[in-house]
């Protein structure tokens, strides 16, 4: 075997090296993904882990690969990437990782937290795209991960609007369902063709009574099997490495990308859906479009509308007068080949061609985010009325679609405890 050295990353050919290093080598090369299909955490002790990796070559002269993870700030690690040259024989580059934290915490206290991370590869420019990376903490270690790299490059356009659960399923129960269901049918009579949830182990129950629409291909559930103890780290259940694991996951697969929690709803006013109302806004040529939160007080009495079904965007009509301003509490409908990241209000950094084109703030007479949550607010207990709350029925104009949008999903929905419910799973 012959090593042979080029100006920036080495790469090794098989050659006559010292047999330590090369056994260590071909350890390397032989630690193969244990997770195929499927992404799973491969866990560094408390220190985190890390979940999925993805090529990028959107910026030709500096292709990397990123990878999802949930780690300390002060870990090392070196990039082993593995790839075939045209002739088939093996190319292995080594170099050290860089760690991009999606969180800089200003609190000395909590600098040691974990952290949404993307584990960044640099790969050599005119390199063949690895096949699989593998992590070790020298350059001759023992690896403590390897994953598979997606060239998500490669696949087909599928879907018009993917529409992700921006932070994995947590302290949730069944009695949740039917707020997803809605959150599903809602969002699908604007536009959503797909969706995608992550789980924690302690929601994976949820994953039963949504298997119909996993089914069909219209939901997709990945397993987040990374429970973070509330003071172990300083964001939401590391909901930003979810962001972004959903975005480089669906980039190529999808024309945009939708962040939403599943009490929101991005609704359009000046048109019947997501894509007409970017095409007729400010927003048609942009990167992102921020749609405005307006809260809608789910404590609110509830107004009458024609469906017997009870759900909370048709029956919760009062909500504050004033949307915030962008990015505040906004959330986003993005190109996903414009964004490098993007964090849980707005995109924080650009693919370098694309920085001109940047976000946009939906105008709120288009449209905008219809958020129904608990926000409080003092309500004359007669006259209903109250100080900076409104009357919003725009919903309303979408009432058929939605209940139709309801009853199309493979699940039979019952009244029950002033909501609606799926039935329980055969079999329990």
Request: proline residues 7%; charged residues 20%.
């Amino acid at each position: 075997m012959r090593a042979v050295r080029e100006s920036g990353p080495s790469f090794l050919l098989e050659s006559s090296i010292d047999f330590a290093i090369e056994n260590s080598y071909n350890t390397i090369l032989d630690e193969l993904p244990p997770y195929k299909d499927e992404p799973r955490f491969q866990k560094f002790g408390k220190k985190g882990g890390v979940y999925s990796a993805f090529f990028d070559g959107r910026e030709p002269s500096k292709p990397v690969i990123r990878i999802i993870s949930v780690l300390q700030g002060d870990i090392k690690v070196m990039c082993h990437m593995i790839a075939k040259s045209p002739d088939g024989s093996t190319i292995r580059q080594t170099v050290p990782a860089k760690l991009h934290p999606l969180t800089v915490s200003k609190i000395p206290s909590q600098r040691n937290l974990l952290a949404s991370t993307i584990v960044i590869c640099p790969v050599a420019e005119n390199s063949p795209v690895p096949h699989h990376v593998v992590l070790a903490q020298t350059k001759d270690g023992d690896s403590i991960a390897s994953l598979n790299v997606l060239n998500t490059n490669r696949v087909v356009m599928k879907y018009n609007f993917t529409v992700c659960l921006h932070k994995p399923l947590f302290e949730i129960n069944l009695k949740e369902v039917p707020r997803l269901l809605e959150w599903i049918a809602v969002n699908r009579v604007f536009g959503g063709d797909h969706f995608v949830m992550y789980t924690l182990p302690s929601t994976e129950e949820i994953h039963t009574y949504l298997q119909p629409l996993v089914d069909t291909g219209l939901l997709e559930i990945h397993s987040w099997d990374l429970d973070i103890a509330s003071g172990d780290t300083e964001e939401n259940h590391s909901q930003k490495a979810a962001i972004n694991e959903c975005m480089y996951r669906y980039m190529y697969s999808s024309n945009r990308i939708v962040m939403l929690d599943f009490d929101e709803f991005p609704t359009p006013h000046s048109e019947e859906n997501w894509h007409d109302v970017i095409a007729n806004s400010p927003c048609a040529n942009k990167s992102a479009a921020y749609f405005r939160n307006a809260f809608f007080p789910r404590q609110a009495f509830s107004d009458n509308s024609h469906s017997d079904l009870h759900l909370t965007s048709l029956l919760q009509t009062r909500r504050a007068n004033e949307t915030y301003r962008c990015p505040l509490r906004s959330k986003l409908v993005i190109n996903p080949r414009h964004v490098l990241i993007c964090v849980v209000h707005h995109v924080s950094k650009f693919v370098g061609n694309f920085a001109s084109r940047r976000e946009c703030c939906m105008p709120e007479e288009q449209g905008f985010l219809h958020h129904y949550r608990f926000w409080p607010y003092k309500e004359d207990p007669i006259t209903k009325e109250s100080d900076g709350v409104i009357t919003d029925r725009r919903m309303w104009h979408f009432e058929n679609k939605i209940v139709e949008s309801v009853e199309v999903t493979p699940f039979l929905y019952a009244q029950h405890d002033g909501g609606f419910r799926s039935n329980e799973p055969h079999g329990n």
